[in-house]
């Protein structure tokens, strides 16, 4: 299939700055490549206020539609959110199929989900973006479309109907309500086994996915796309001082998130409010990293997650063209593609640690091998020596303050 050709157009208020404004629509650009289009054209306009109806100037429109007709486009996107009515406008008028940024994101998800959980999402995120997008539209509704703007998750047919849509919405909450709590207990079994948990969060296109396959040897989704991973995977991972912790990469963060997305997606999110501690994967050799991180960690905020101890790891230093500065601190500047870097990674998230962890030191006999062993893989182990003459080992290391084995410690020492 042959990829469609997509015209981009956009309207810069006066109190957005230009940087912004850019990349905003280079972000648009990516998403559309991601989709599987190609932008064909960029046509912008300055304007006070977007117009209520159509929201282009109409002294804009006749130059759009020849550009339209022109290149021969499929599809025409706008950078904004746009009402019902503003898109059957501009459908009317430039004959074509109209969708803005936030559907462009929604089908994105919805090509990419895997899982069930990630199909139901984005299933609910589209039906609720579509509800009030639905009155007086007599659009006729078809699961089936070929297209951007047009794929679903699921293959019904949807009719035109409000109370299908609301029936189906209310079926498909109640159905994801099931499979948060498999998730919850799948959770709470980890906390009770005292499992170390590391999320791997960053804005969509950092390198995370990378990072994780990299550093678990695992075959997580790893493309130089938008959205590549939208279902958290969790692995496990050594530290080279014997702590086992468990390890998820989750989905990318994005400006302009669909707030029935960010809704949607919470409890992909809640992997990371569960987390013991944070990896901020930047790409340091973008443009906008800045901006980038102020977006991840405002999310962050949002998810209530800000306070958990966090590591930002400024990735892709091998694409870095001018001088960088780090912002966030503590931090590291890797590439993920470097086996040398990935060492000094895990040896940094250590270092991290034992500044908020508490140092120990207990004796444990030889004999109580499971004991012995528990420290070896739920603590940072600096040390372990053996005592002949009382048949024990003194081991020596880092423990996290709310540790169960802290009662042990305090009760031997």
């Known amino acids: 299939m042959s990829e469609e050709k997509v015209v981009v157009i956009a309207v810069k208020k006066p109190q957005q700055q230009d940087d912004y404004f850019g990349s905003s629509l280079e972000?648009?650009?990516?998403?559309?490549?991601?989709?599987?289009?190609?932008?064909?054209?960029?046509?912008?306009?300055?304007?006070?206020?977007?117009?209520?109806?159509?929201?282009?100037?109409?002294?804009?429109?006749?130059?759009?539609?020849?550009?339209?007709?022109?290149?021969?486009?499929?599809?025409?996107?706008?950078?904004?959110?746009?009402?019902?009515?503003?898109?059957?406008?501009?459908?009317d008028y430039f004959d074509r199929r109209v969708i803005d940024r936030s559907q462009l994101i929604l089908d994105i998800f919805a090509k990419r989900a895997k899982t069930k959980e990630g199909k139901l999402q984005v299933e609910l995120a589209q039906l609720q973006y579509l509800l009030p997008r639905l009155r007086g539209q007599g659009v006729q509704l078809s699961r089936l479309g070929a297209g951007i703007g047009t794929r679903g998750p699921g293959e019904t047919k949807l009719e035109t109907d409000q109370r299908h849509i609301r029936r189906r919405i209310d079926d498909i909450k109640?159905?994801?309500?099931?499979?948060?709590?498999?998730?919850?207990?799948?959770?709470?079994?980890?906390?009770?086994?005292?499992?170390?948990?590391?999320?791997?969060?960053?804005?969509?296109?950092?390198?995370?996915?990378?990072?994780?396959?990299?550093?678990?040897?695992?075959?997580?989704?790893?493309?130089?796309k938008l959205f590549a991973t939208l279902d958290p995977l969790t692995r496990k991972l050594q530290f080279t001082s014997g702590l086992e912790v468990l390890i998820t990469d989750t989905v990318g963060f994005i400006q302009q998130l669909p707030t029935t997305l960010i809704a949607a997606f919470r409890s992909t999110l809640e992997e990371v409010q569960e987390a013991d501690f944070i990896l901020h994967v930047v790409d340091s050799s973008h443009p906008d990293n800045e901006q980038h991180q102020d977006t991840v960690i405002k999310l962050l905020d949002e998810l209530e997650s800000s306070s958990i101890p966090m590591l930002t790891v400024y990735n892709k230093k091998d694409l870095i063209k001018n001088d960088f500065i780090p912002r966030n601190r503590p931090?590291?500047?890797?590439?993920?593609?470097?086996?040398?870097?990935?060492?000094?990674?895990?040896?940094?998230?250590?270092?991290?640690?034992?500044?908020e962890w508490e140092p120990y030191q207990i004796k444990v006999e030889a004999d109580k091998g499971n004991l012995l062993n528990r420290f070896e893989h739920e603590t940072i182990l600096k040390e372990k020596t053996f005592e002949e003459n009382t048949e024990s080992y003194i081991v020596t290391g880092f423990i996290r303050p709310e540790h169960p084995l802290k009662g042990i410690v305090k009760e031997k020492s």
Do not use: C, W
């Open 27 to 91: 972000e648009l650009i990516s998403l559309v490549d991601t989709a599987g289009g190609t932008v064909v054209e960029v046509i912008t306009q300055n304007r006070e206020r977007i117009h209520p109806a159509f929201y282009i100037g109409e002294g804009k429109m006749e130059e759009i539609k020849q550009k339209i007709d022109e290149l021969e486009a499929d599809i025409v996107i706008s950078n904004d959110e746009l009402s019902a009515g503003q898109s059957r406008n501009l459908s």
């Open 174 to 224: 109640r159905r994801l309500k099931q499979v948060v709590k498999q998730r919850d207990q799948y959770r709470k079994r980890r906390k009770q086994n005292e499992v170390f948990q590391i999320a791997i969060v960053g804005y969509t296109n950092a390198g995370k996915s990378t990072l994780f396959n990299r550093l678990t040897d695992s075959e997580s989704l790893e493309e130089d």
């Open 331 to 355: 931090y590291i500047i890797i590439s993920a593609l470097e086996n040398e870097d990935l060492v000094r990674l895990v040896k940094k998230i250590e270092e991290v640690l034992i500044k």
